[in-house]
């Protein structure tokens, strides 16, 4: 998690997962993510940490999956910072998140970006762009109205959903789009 507006993306994402089986998941967070944990949720950094199989320092350049011998399904960043952003873009691996984004690229395994910034500026679509052609995958949080939300919890764990979908994770968080009738 980096230190994005849109924490409750992150914390979901460990929520659901806790309840797969099969899947172990590490978790990195930016000081700026728990500053934004502590201002938009009511959860502490503590909580998050509890809901993690394995914990990591953001500065622990030698943690496990810091190294493409580390087996992974691949790296999720939700949300991820438009800085996360450009130093994944820009292969700066000057912390343990963006080395082992590094890695994930250059192992060619899945890695999720959720970028939550708005307005973006043309640097910000160049960054997209670069992350994109270097391998990365996109997942903004763009609201799905045809699901009809009813609040925000509705948003939230539709995208969530969505970037597990990339995984082949259906934890049945996905209303599915069933065509129109007519």
């Known amino acids: 998690m980096s230190g994005a507006s849109g924490a409750i993306y992150g914390i979901r994402l460990l929520q659901v997962l ?3 089986s099969g899947i172990e ?11 934004n944990i502590a201002v938009e949720t009511e959860f502490s950094s503590k909580d998050v940490q509890a809901m993690a199989d394995h914990v990591h320092s953001n500065k622990n350049i030698g943690a496990t999956i810091a190294s ?17 952003l450009s130093a994944v873009a820009n292969c700066y691996a000057d912390s343990l998140m963006v080395r082992a984004a590094d890695v ?24 997209l762009l670069r992350a994109s052609r270097n391998g990365a995958i996109m997942a903004p949080p ?18 969530v959903g969505r970037v597990l979908d ?17």
């Open 166 to 182: 990339l995984f082949d994770i259906d934890p049945g968080l996905v209303k599915r789009w069933q065509g129109t009738q007519g």
């Open 68 to 84: 493409g011998s580390f087996r992974s399904d691949g790296m999720i960043i939700a949300p991820c910072s438009i800085k996360t």
């Open 18 to 20: 806790q309840q797969e």
């Open 104 to 127: 994930m690229l250059k192992e060619r395994r899945r890695l999720v970006l959720v970028p939550r910034e708005t307005p973006l500026h043309t640097g910000h679509c160049e960054l």
């Open 25 to 35: 998941t590490h978790l990195v967070m930016s000081d700026s993510a728990k500053l």
């Open 142 to 159: 763009m609201p799905a109205h045809y699901i009809k939300p009813q609040s925000v919890d509705d948003l939230v764990d539709h995208h």
